[in-house]
């Protein structure tokens, strides 16, 4: 979860073999249902404190040494600058398409790669051109396919989270759940989902090639998939049941634009005769903090809905005044891929008690990023602080343990499209509004 973030909140490579298929991964099915869904330097420790670096030119051996003083130091020091120029320069002199290389695409790599070395899936390095991006995704208006990508974790992979109403993913045949083996041609493996999503977006008109791996099929599936303006719609709501007044809103990420949204659904509920309520967090990779607050307070009572730990020790506490609490039966639905602000959301409910929070253990992502635009138009996202939910509960890789715990039958979504977390959740709904 990030101040100011884009966490839509990770293939195989195919070694010059065209049409050789690539090890399927390994992985469980994913439930989408019931809402909108290059490195040139990297820091290396040796044990000894101490590390060659031997490079091959016309038969000499070329060596660097990490001074084992610096270590604990600075990375960028005399002994790195040197090293640094060596490498480039045996890149230009025996790299057989360095003239297509730019010095800006160098540039790029060593800043990039320094952000790496911290092995930290959630600090990345932005261009100019991702900065931008990275603008237009936390709006809720760009230019892209009309789907929700974020990582499958047990795989890693990026994975469809989920797809547009009317997008054009969807009228290709994209489904929740498939798993991005190559762009264009190019295999993912090894990239972040924020380079990932940067190549899958582009100008309007323009296509891009999906490789894509989905759970059941032999072979990998081929999509060329036209991108266009996408003004994002992050919450979907509707009435379940008109007579005994059981709503459900869905929450699919938490933008700029998730709280009018919100506010607007939610209104049109109560318009409706709203008595008991399910909100939908599954497959909801997480948002802005400022959002997620905001929305927090229609859930629960005054009082901390979270709070944050810095480096330093600094304390911030996010609160609501709990003047908007509904006071109504609340069911919460959750899964593996209910990350970062959404646990936020469905911890501090938790918590307070003011809901039951129903499907399987979140995904475990109590980490917050900053995002920090420089002088020269690039960025950077870092991680800067642990969250905490209300009760002082830190849930990262750990997530949080649903009150009632309920796995999704997909079988049965698949045959007839029935939704077994969803019907027990409307069930619970029922029980506490003593529906006969």
């Not at 993913?169 to 940067?198: F, H, M, Q, W, Y």
């Not at 979270?306 to 609160?319: A, I, P, Q, V």
């Amino acid at each position: 979860m990030e101040t100011k973030e884009q966490n839509q909140q990770n293939g195989a490579a195919r070694n010059g073999q065209e049409n050789r298929q690539e090890p399927a991964p390994s992985r469980r099915r994913v439930f989408l249902a019931g809402i909108l869904t290059g490195v040139l330097v990297t820091c290396i420790a040796g044990s000894a404190g101490m590390i060659g670096y031997r490079l091959a030119e016309g038969g000499r051996a070329v060596v660097a040494q990490a001074d084992p003083d610096t270590e604990s130091g600075s990375a960028v020091n005399e002994e790195s600058v040197k090293k640094l120029q060596l490498l480039e320069d045996e890149i230009n002199e025996y790299y057989y398409e360095s003239d297509d290389v730019t010095r800006s695409q160098k540039e790029d790599g060593l800043y990039k790669g320094l952000i790496e070395s911290l092995n930290d899936p959630y600090s990345v390095y932005y261009t100019g051109e991702e900065v931008r991006d990275l603008s237009e995704s936390i709006s809720g208006s760009f230019y892209g396919i009309g789907a929700y990508i974020s990582t499958d974790k047990e795989t890693g992979y990026p994975m469809i989270a989920g797809v547009m109403e009317d997008g054009s993913a969807g009228k290709a045949g994209i489904l929740p759940g498939d798993l991005i083996v190559e762009v264009d041609g190019n295999p993912v493996e090894g990239e972040s989902l924020d380079e990932v999503v940067s190549r899958v977006r582009g100008e309007e008109g323009t296509s891009v090639h999906l490789r894509i791996y989905r759970d059941g099929k032999p072979d990998y599936l081929e999509f060329d998939i036209e991108r266009a303006k996408v003004d994002e719609t992050t919450v979907d709501g509707r009435m379940l049941d008109k007579d005994y007044g059981i709503g459900y809103l869905a929450i699919s990420q938490f933008d700029t634009v998730t709280t009018e949204q919100f506010d607007t659904c939610l209104g049109e509920l109560k318009q409706e005769g709203l008595k008991g309520l399910i909100l939908d967090l599954r497959n909801n990779p997480g948002g802005n903090v400022d959002t997620v607050t905001d929305i927090a307070g229609n859930f629960l009572p005054e009082g901390l809905v979270f709070y944050t730990l810095e480096k330093d020790g600094t304390r911030t506490d996010y609160s609501c005044d709990g003047k908007n609490q509904l006071k109504l039966p609340l069911v919460v639905l959750v899964n593996g891929n209910s990350a970062s602000a959404s646990e936020i959301l469905s911890g501090a409910i938790q918590d307070a008690g003011s809901g039951t929070i129903l499907g399987t253990q979140t995904y475990g992502k109590g980490v917050v990023q900053s995002v920090m635009t420089l002088n020269d138009g690039s960025g950077l996202k870092l991680t800067i602080a642990n969250y905490f939910t209300r009760n002082g509960n830190n849930i990262n890789k750990i997530g949080i343990t649903p009150d009632v715990e309920l796995e999704f039958d997909s079988d049965a979504y698949t045959q007839d499209g029935s939704d077994n977390q969803l019907q027990r959740a409307q069930e619970l709904v029922e029980e506490e509004l003593n529906v006969p």
